[in-house]
Every structure is written in C-alpha cells, then in structure tokens.
C-alpha cells in the first residue's frame, strides 16, 4: 500500500515538472514587454523553482540590439531570435516592422522593405506606434540609418519625405541624410504615433532607413524636457542640422543658384542636459570643416578669408530667414556679452551661455530666395556645433 502511494507521488512530481516546464517557456505572455519585471525564482514545491528574467536590452550579432523573451513570446511577436540572454534562461529577440505595420513592442525597428539594399520607392510606407502601456510618455526615434532623397534647392522635401504624425509634438517634414540623429515625439495620451514615408518611385538611388523606436517611461531618467525635439547629454558633444553635409546640393533653387541642403519650414529646440557640477556651456563651430556655420549666404562666392571666420559670422539683426538662437550668450575669448541671441551667416564666433536650461533654437524659413534687396542664400549646408559643459 504504502509502495503504490509513494509511486503516485513520484509520478505526480514528474506530472507537475513537466507542466511547469511548458510555463517557464510561456508564463510572461501578456505581459508589457517594455517594462522590466525582476524575475525572481518562485518556489512552487519544496524542490521546484521558476527561474524569472527581465524583460531588457540585449546585444545580437548584427547592428540591431533585442529584447530578452521566452522563446515562444518572440515567435509570437513574429521577432528573430539572434541568441541568448539572462545567463542563457531567455532568448535575445529582434523586432522588426516594415511598411503597412502595427506595433505596441519596445525596441521596435522600422526599416525599408528589402532593406539593407535599396528601396526603389513607390507607395507610402507607414508605421503605427500605440503605447506599451499607460506609463508610457514618450517616443525615441533614432535615425540609425537614414538616407532619402534631397530637398529641392529651397529646402523643401518634394521628392522623398519623412511626416510624424499623431504626437503632441510638432516634428517638421524630413528628407535627406540624417543618419545618427535622433528625435523625442510625445504621445497624445493614447493616441497612436504614426510613422510615414513617401519615396517617389521616379527617382532611383540607394535610398533605405533603418529607424529604433524605443518607448520612453514618464518616470523615465532619458525622458526629453518639454519642449526639446532633439535632446542630448554628456559634457561634450556635437549637435547638427538636419541633412548636414559638406556636399553641395545638385538642385538649383526657385533664383537659379545652387540650392541648400537645410530643411525649410523648421523651428524646433534642441536641449542639452546640463551635468553635474557645470554651470555653463560654450558652443563653437565644428573643426576641420569649413562649412560647418552656413546658413545665409553665398558659400560658393566666399573665400577662405571669410567661410567658417569671424568675418562670415552675422547676428543680430540681420538674422531674419535661417538663424539659430543661442539664450544669453557671451563671447568665450572676451567675455563680452554679444548683445544679440541670434546667429547666421557663414561663420561663427565662439560663444558661452550660463543660462539654464542649455538650448538652441532652430528657424528656417519657407525658401532661400532673395528678400527685399538681400540676395539669395547659395549652396548652404546648416550646421554643426561642437559643445562643452564648463565647470561651475
């Protein structure tokens, strides 16, 4: 008797492992994938334990980071397993939409069809970004890889186009090179962010994009300040236009010149955060690269005792078409206040603002034509700024 009931025992041991083996594999199905769980071991019986795991980044042997998941959630997710994680408990899982797609599963990437080989063009492509769930605040958008055609010579984006739709945040229409640039877009509550591509089929080149929209917590430390479309940290670093370039733009503008790889129609902050023990930061044009502070002006009539000097440089008041605002700045070799916050021309003079929060703002207007008896811009690049925190 007491035989057949030990027998009974094991076998509903055995019963309950098994089942809970399948469990392990499946028991986080449901669950918001972006936020992490601590997946500690639950002792269901004196001697079996469910082995949990959080639901994190994880490195794969290409360019696109995963997700940790049970196996069976990345294959519900129609993701890619590229390897293991959480000490080989879960599987790194890739998650990548492309065109006509619906997604609500952090770390999603966007790309073009067939990519990495170029996309030909032709219908719209679209993503639909909903919310992981009601904590979310915030979309990050990094441009990874990000080639579409240029912009007309008056910087309007006629060809190829990038709109962002449905945020609470106003994203101006993009084309061109951007990659390595990365955008915030507030959610509109619940409403979907929507994602859109227009690629004219007429035009052929290597057009492709590679985009990672990563779901922002609102209690979350990388959350951009209000306000910021772009936002960075660190205490050096390098903020651009987008579309910067030091190549020309082949298209002629609406005054027959060479037109301008800037962006029309744009007016947007792009925020840094100031570090720990830095009062101020000073901005200066990027090395190495006379181009790099173009923004009015006739690039192609300048020489090399006026591109990228002092002598280029305008503020003030005649910054009224394509100009960036720098709050309060102070000239760094004199420390005389400049008296003016906005910068053009085809230079730039070495500046420090202490003002908080550190921010430049971003205008241009709808073409580079000539205005009242200003000739027209030609052969404008934008900018690249270098920064640097100062100490307090």
């Known amino acids: 008797m007491y035989n057949k009931i030990w027998w009974l025992s094991v076998a509903s041991v055995l019963v309950i492992a098994t089942a809970l083996t399948t469990y392990e594999e499946n028991f986080d199905e449901g669950n918001d994938l972006d936020v992490p769980s601590e997946r500690k071991g639950k002792i269901l019986f004196p001697f079996i334990s469910i082995v949990r795991f959080a639901n994190t980044d994880c490195a794969s042997a290409n360019t696109m980071n995963g997700i940790c998941l049970a196996r069976r959630e990345c294959n519900n997710l129609n993701g890619t397993i590229t390897g293991t994680c959480a000490a080989r408990r879960g599987r790194c899982c890739v998650v990548s939409r492309s065109c006509g797609s619906t997604t609500n599963v952090n770390n999603t990437y966007f790309t073009s069809p067939g990519y990495p080989a170029a996309f030909a063009g032709g219908q719209a492509c679209n993503i639909i970004v909903n919310r992981c769930n009601n904590m979310i605040c915030q979309l990050r958008i990094d441009f990874l890889d990000f080639v579409l055609a240029q912009p007309n010579g008056d910087g309007v984006c006629n ?32 409403a979907a962010i929507t994602i859109t591509i227009a690629a004219t089929l007429a035009t052929t080149f290597g057009r492709r994009w590679n985009m990672r929209l990563t779901q922002l917590g609102c209690d979350c430390p990388g959350l951009a300040p209000n306000g910021c479309l772009q936002y960075y940290t660190g205490r050096t670093g390098t903020i651009t236009s987008f ?27 792009i925020c840094i955060r100031m570090e720990a023990g830095f009062c101020g930061i000073q901005y200066s044009q990027t090395g190495g690269d006379p181009f790099s502070f173009t923004l009015t002006g006739d690039v192609e009539g300048a020489d090399n005792t006026v591109l990228g000097t002092a002598v280029g440089s305008v503020n003030g008041v005649g910054c009224t078409t394509d100009f960036v605002v720098i709050p309060n700045p102070i000239t760094t070799a004199t420390n005389v206040p400049v008296g003016s916050d906005r910068f053009c021309g085809l230079g730039f003079i070495p500046v420090t603002s202490t003002l908080k929060p550190f921010v430049v703002y971003v205008v241009t207007n709808a073409n580079e034509g000539a205005v009242g008896g200003t000739p027209p811009d030609i052969a404008n690049r934008g900018f690249s700024l270098a920064y640097t925190q100062t100490a307090c």
């Open 159 to 190: 060809v190829d186009s990038l709109t962002i739709t449905g945020g609470n945040t106003v994203v101006p229409v993009l084309c061109g090179d951007n990659t390595g640039q990365t955008i915030f877009v507030d959610f509109n509550g619940n």
């Open 243 to 269: 579309n910067y370039g030091a190549a020309a733009n082949s298209a002629l503008s609406a005054s027959l010149v060479t037109g301008t790889r800037q962006i029309a129609n744009t007016n947007y902050g």
